[in-house]
């Protein structure tokens, strides 16, 4: 390797920084130095790798396709250089273990599982965060996510934990005397809805049906949805795999169901090395997915796809 051919850290620092936060101000905030400052580093960055990294066009700033790729092996590199400084200074170890999930995840999936983690990890201090805000992945802060989705997410690790779809539901209850055969049937029912997501009203669209009236939509946390779907309070949509058991006995019943390949919950990390704590629990997650899969395994398959109308004689 030959030193004299790597650009200037600084520069490289400065173009990292302002590819993660989009703004030459906050980058130049999150380095302490000048906006100005941040500006001169990534032109000169520019004029030595030969290429244009950035897109200025007003007062946005976008990443050209070279500036995208350089800047995900950049954010890969700092993330693993600041994770090895934070050992070997011996600061990071002290700190709790950050995890970020949605509030259903957290009440359906973690928080049955938790004391085992605690048992075989008693010296791990956890800090979870429930919320249906996507979180940041920074050095110093969230160590771990479990994020619902397709789990392409750039300059992420993702890796898949729990395989499912996603399912319109609702009480036995509450849509027992009604005939749903078709998307636009379910608009005349109330709806609840996870604060900060928007499934349900993209799914309708994509079966030309336009979002339901506003009169019958709630707005609730996670684990309120939940209840109140078991109430009869409303249909909703969630991931299959959380309620299962209330599908299995009857007391939900599937209204349609999306079957898209390679959805579901990921781990989510940032590339590098994950510190002890961290390597910890995600291998305890592992563990536990792979004795669910194995318990489901020796069941009976449950149907998929969209069910007949309910009989209300039944």
Known sequence: MNWRDIPSLSAMRAFSALARTGSYTRAGEALNVSHAAVSQHVRALEADLGVALVQRGGRSISLTPEGARFAQTLNGSFNAIFTAVEELRGIDSGRPLQVTLTPSFGLRWLMPRIGDFRHHHPKIELMINPTAEVMPLEPGGVDVAIRYGSGSWPGLETEMLLPTGFAIVGARSLVHDRRVSEPRDILELPWLQEYGTDEMS???????????????????????????????????VVARALVEPEIESGNLVVLFEDKSEGSGYHVVTRPGVLRPSAKSFVSWLRGQARHDAQR???????????????????
């Open 202 to 236: 993209i799914w309708l669209r994509t079966q030309g049906v336009l979002s339901p009236k506003s009169e019958n939509l709630t707005h609730l946390p996670g684990f309120m949805v939940l209840e109140g779907l078991m109430n009869g309070d409303g249909i909703s």
């Open 296 to 314: 489901h395994a020796k069941r009976k398959p449950a149907a998929f796809g969209r069910i007949p109308p309910v009989d209300p004689d039944q």
